[in-house]
């Protein structure tokens, strides 16, 4: 057994005095330094360019250039401030298309601006802080729901890196794993390397090393034959967006490790906070698919890797079908075999009414309920 707060030592993002300072995560494992941003333009060029990545650290740092977007109205257009900084947020809002966490923080950010009076920095700071420490909070309780899953002696297999540097801290998928570990039911962790970025090998390699926690990289098309082999227990991912029908979008590959995970029954779990579930996208269809530039994959570090003359099809994340999916892990609760009711289900209010539902072999009574998501609780579809 391990002490938990012993693990997890790393930030994506601090504000330190009157600027943004982020980890660079680009320059990882090698150099580790900080770049001070203190522009919301900046701030949307580092997201786009992979300074900071990550569902939640996207949406975290955004909320920090919102508030440093209406600094720069304020200093230029004290009451019209609003309508200045609007240029601004569409930059940040465009910065990255597929993890919904983005939008959501700027929405959330957004509905603070009506009810400032004067300054708007210190109150939106506090709010880019809040969603922070919330996101913290909310890894490390689905870090205790998705461990108390997983059986002793667990062989687990992520994918890119979910962890501190992807979060608020602690992270989603790889939060899961710390926790396990440290409650000493994880016998192996394997990474994968996820290509082109290397995230796995570049960034959750070096998280684990951090903490002292054994990990074996395999190339991304080693997975298959690892399954095969009856070596793994577990897939834990993290998720950019799950639509309303529980289809999950994450980093490419993943939705080929669910295929060969059902194929060798595996059990496949994603982890990511109420805040990168999208109600308002029906399923993975409406997905935007980021493409990034070929020159990711036919070259590494301004060194190139193919032949010369090759083009490259660069989509860096893929969708998985909710069938594939064993377990959807929220702070707010699990979701087994996830569908369309478990989703909206585990994001509905606490206490707030549901659809009514005969249940099978008993008279329907016309006040019967679904029951609320206990914060633990387990639910299937
Ligand atoms: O392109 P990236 O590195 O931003 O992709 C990150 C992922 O796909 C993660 O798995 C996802 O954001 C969940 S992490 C908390």
């Known amino acids: 057994m391990r002490d938990i707060n012993s693990l997890d030592s790393v930030r994506a993002m601090h504000w330190l005095d009157d600027g943004l300072e982020l980890l660079d995560q680009r320059k990882l494992p090698g150099e580790v330094c900080y770049l001070r941003l203190s522009t919301a333009g900046e701030v949307a060029r580092a ?6 990545r990550g569902a939640p650290a996207i949406g975290i740092t955004a909320a920090y250039g919102v508030a440093l977007a209406a600094r720069e109205a304020y200093a230029q257009a004290a009451v019209h401030w609003r309508e200045a900084v609007q240029p601004a947020l569409e930059q940040l809002a465009q910065a990255r298309p597929t993890a919904v966490n983005l939008r959501w923080a700027l929405s959330r950010m957004r509905a603070l601006f009506a009810d400032i009076d004067g300054d708007p920095t210190p109150a939106l700071l506090a709010e880019a802080a809040a969603i922070q420490r919330e996101d913290l909070a909310a890894n490390r309780r689905m870090g205790e729901l998705g461990a108390s899953i997983i059986g002793p002696g667990a062989r687990v297999l992520t994918h890119c890196n979910t962890g501190s540097l992807a979060t608020g801290g602690f992270g989603t998928a790889l939060g899961v794993i710390r926790t396990a570990y440290a409650k000493g039911r994880i016998a192996k962790v394997y990474a994968t390397e996820t290509r082109p970025w290397l995230q796995g090998a570049r960034l959750t390699a070096w998280e684990l090393a951090q903490d002292g926690i054994p990990v074996s990289l395999l190339a991304d098309s080693a997975a298959a034959y690892l399954m095969q082999r009856a070596a793994i227990d577990w897939v834990i991912v993290g998720a950019d967006r799950i639509a309303a029908n529980g289809a999950v979008a994450n980093k490419i590959g993943t939705y080929a490790l669910a295929l060969a995970a059902q194929a060798h029954d595996v059990r496949f779990m994603v982890v990511g906070p109420s805040s990168t579930v999208d109600m308002g996208t029906p399923s ?6 980021e493409q990034r530039p070929p020159s990711e994959v036919l070259t590494f570090n ?7 003359g090759a083009d490259a099809w660069n989509p860096v994340f893929d969708i998985t079908p909710s069938q594939l999916v064993d377990v959807i892990v929220t702070e707010r609760g699990l979701v087994h075999q996830p ?14 009414p549901s659809k009514k539902r005969p249940r099978s072999g008993a008279a329907q009574s016309c006040d019967e309920e679904e029951a609320d998501a206990p914060l633990d609780g387990t639910q299937s579809s």
Request: glycine share 16%; aromatic share 0%.
């Open 302 to 308: 301004g060194i190139p890797l193919a032949a010369q």
């Open 47 to 52: 997201i786009t360019d992979m300074v900071v």
């Open 284 to 289: 993975g269809d409406e997905i935007q698919i």
């Open 339 to 352: 569908g369309a009711e478990g989703v909206a289900r585990l994001l509905r209010p606490p206490g707030s």
